[in-house]
C-alpha cells in the first residue's frame, strides 16, 4: 500500500532475554496497534542486545529513517539497563540526572530508602522530555523523535497515551478481517486477482488452526473505507461462488 | 559475554501481521532457544514487511554479518508469500519450481486439486537444499547460510530437528535462574559488583510481577558451568546478607 503522506515509525526491542528466547516480545503488538490508532505504520523493528554500541548505532540509523523511533528496555536501575547512557551517546548529550525525573523518584520512594539503583533511574540525557508513568514511577525520556519506554508490557502501555498529543499522526489505519472455513491454497487464486484490482488496499492472508478446524484469516487494509468496502465485496462474491462458509470474526 | 568461537545468527521475521501488531511473534523465542541448544547466539532479529525490496536487502545484509540466518514466514500459496522469490533474487538464483518439492506436494495433495497456489508452494531457488515438514507437507529450503522456515510457529517447530545436523553449532549455551522476592532497586549496586567480578558471565535481571507480588529474576548464561556456579554463589551470599527470600524457579 502506497500513501504519500505515511508517516512510518521503527521500534527498537533492546534485550538479551528476548535474544536468548527466555522472554517473548509483547511490547511490538502493544506499539503497533497503538501508532496504527494515530495513523502511523510501523516499517520494522529491529531486537538488539543489551550492548551500548548495538544500541548507539541502532538508534542513530533508524531515526534517520523513520519519523519515529520507539526503544523499549533497559531504563530500570541494574547494570544492564544502559539504554539512557546510549541514547545520550548517541545525540551527544551529557548523561546525568534529569532534575524533573530525580524529584519524581525522590517523591516516589520517600518512605524507603532512596539508593543509588533507584537514583540511577534518574539518569538520562539531562536535557530530555520525560513521559510519565501515571503511577508517578521512574519516567520514560525522548529526544527529538527517539521515545526510550520500559521493557515491561503493563507499564510500556499505560505511558502510551502520555504520548498521544505528542506524535503528529496520518489518517488512522482501517481494517476489515475475513475469516474462512477453509484452506489459503483454495482461494490463492482468486486473492490474487482482488489485491490486482485494489492495489491501494493491503490484502493478507493468515492460515489459523482453532479447535483442530483449518481456516484462513482475510486482513484489508486501508486508509479509506470506501476502498476496503469495494475489496470487501469482491472477495465475498467469490467466498459464495466458491461456497465457502464464513466463521466468526475474533 | 565475549567468546573467541562464537557462532552467531540473525532472524528475519517477515510479516506486514507482526508489524501491524495483529500477529505476536512467537517464531523468535522457538529459534532463539533451539539455537542455544546447538550453542549459537542470536545476534539480532528484524521484523520486516512483506516487501520484496525490504526482504532482499535484510537477506543480503545479515547474510554477511552472521554465521546463519533465519527467515520465517512468506512461503505459502498466497500473493502475500514473497519470501522464496525474493530469497532467490537475493542469491541472483533461478526462481523456479524445485524437483523433489513438487513431487513431495504433488503426493501430498494427490486426493485434492494439485492447483496454482499449492504448485507454488515448490517454486524456490532451483538448487536450494530443502528443509523437510515432518508432516510432509510444504518443505522449508535453505541456499548457503539463509534458511527460510514457514510463518506458523508449530509446523516451523516441527522442521528445526531435521537442521540439526546441518549447523555447526558451539559449545552449548548454559544458563541458571534464581527468581527472588525483591526489587531491582535493592539488588542493584551488589549485582554491579557481581558482574564486576565475573566478566565471562552474562549476567541479567528481569523484574517479574507474579500473583501481585513483585520479583526479580537473575539469569546467568555462559559456555562454562564452573564460572556460572562461582557467580551463583558470589550471589547467594548478598542474597542471605541483604536476608531476601528465593522463590521457586519457573
Not at 505515511?6 to 528466547?21: C, H, K, P, Y
Not at 520494522?44 to 542513530?60: C, F, G, L, M, Q
Not at 468496502?229 to 462474491?237: R, V
Request: net charge negative.
Amino acid at each position: 500500500m502506497t500513501n504519500k503522506k505515511e508517516i512510518i515509525a521503527g521500534i527498537i526491542i533492546i534485550g538479551n532475554e528476548v535474544l536468548s528466547g527466555r522472554t517473548k516480545d509483547l511490547n511490538t503488538s502493544v506499539i503497533a496497534s497503538w501508532l496504527n490508532s494515530l495513523g502511523i505504520y510501523v516499517h520494522e523493528v529491529r531486537v538488539i542486545p543489551d550492548d551500548k554500541k548495538a544500541i548507539i548505532y541502532t538508534v542513530n540509523e533508524l531515526r534517520k529513517k523513520y519519523n519515529y523511533v520507539f526503544t523499549t528496555g533497559g531504563i530500570g536501575p541494574t547494570h544492564d539497563d544502559i539504554t539512557a547512557e546510549s541514547v545520550s551517546n548517541a545525540f551527544n548529550l551529557e548523561y546525568g540526572f534529569h532534575k524533573e525525573a530525580f524529584s519524581i523518584l525522590e517523591k516516589y520512594y520517600k518512605s524507603v530508602e532512596f539508593n543509588e539503583g533507584r537514583k540511577k533511574m534518574a539518569k538520562m540525557p539531562t536535557t530530555a522530555n520525560l513521559i510519565l508513568d501515571p503511577s508517578s514511577g521512574a519516567p520514560g525520556f525522548y529526544v527529538e523523535n527517539v521515545f526510550c519506554l520500559p521493557g515491561i508490557p503493563s507499564i510500556l502501555q499505560s505511558m502510551l497515551a502520555g504520548l498521544n498529543n505528542v506524535l503528529v499522526g496520518g489518517d488512522p489505519i482501517l481494517s476489515k478481517t475475513i475469516n474462512l472455513r477453509t484452506a489459503e491454497s483454495e482461494i490463492a487464486k482468486s486473492l490474487t486477482d482482488v489485491q490486482n484490482n485494489n492495489k491501494d488496499v493491503d490484502i493478507g492472508s493468515y492460515p489459523f488452526f482453532r479447535a483442530g478446524k483449518i481456516g484462513v484469516s482475510i486482513v484489508l487494509r486501508s486508509i479509506d473505507q470506501n476502498k476496503i468496502d469495494n475489496c470487501n465485496s469482491q472477495i465475498l462474491e467469490f467466498i459464495k461462488e466458491k461456497n465457502i462458509e464464513m466463521v466468526e470474526t475474533d
